[in-house]
């Protein structure tokens, strides 16, 4: 495997691992509320409304990292059989990455819907400029 296979891997990895950091945090802010009784089990089993705003924050988190990331997982698996990882594809790639940790980050705590909607978006584009040129160097390079 070379260079820049492995720097793909680690972007893929480092998304991988914000879903978990994501997850423990929705952990923190739900067990402890559900141990001392301040949430009923019978109050959440249907919808998360009972939840308080930094449990859903980080619920709604945890389902944004099951969006975008899944068309980046696809993307670099795809990239990856072919044998086809350039280092244009890498960088975009991490960048990518460090959007959704800072989309995470903001999410997750001031939750300012401008800044969050900013990154988003910006994470959006990184991603689809990533599949337009690998679209276009795949099919006509």
């Known amino acids: 495997m070379l260079g820049f296979e492995k720097l793909l891997l680690a ?4 998304q991988v691992l914000l879903t978990f950091i994501v997850l423990i945090v ?20 249907v919808s998360g409304d009972a939840w308080p705003e930094g449990a859903q924050l980080a619920s709604n988190n945890l389902a944004n990292q099951f969006q ?12 990856l059989a072919i044998d086809h990882v350039s280092v244009w ?6 960048l990518f990455v460090i959007s959704r940790y800072i989309h995470a980050f903001v999410h997750m705590t001031s939750n300012r819907v401008y800044r969050r909607f900013v990154v988003y978006l910006s994470g959006m584009v990184i991603l689809g400029l990533m599949w337009l040129g690998f679209a ?6």
């Open 68 to 79: 975008l990331p899944v068309l980046f997982y696809a993307l670099s698996g795809l990239a």
């Open 26 to 45: 929705l952990g923190h802010r739900r067990l402890p509320l559900v141990f001392a009784d301040k949430i009923k089990i019978a109050d959440i089993a």
């Open 11 to 14: 972007a893929v990895f480092g």
């Open 136 to 141: 276009l160097e795949t099919l006509f390079l």
């Open 89 to 94: 594809l890498v960088i975009l790639a991490v």
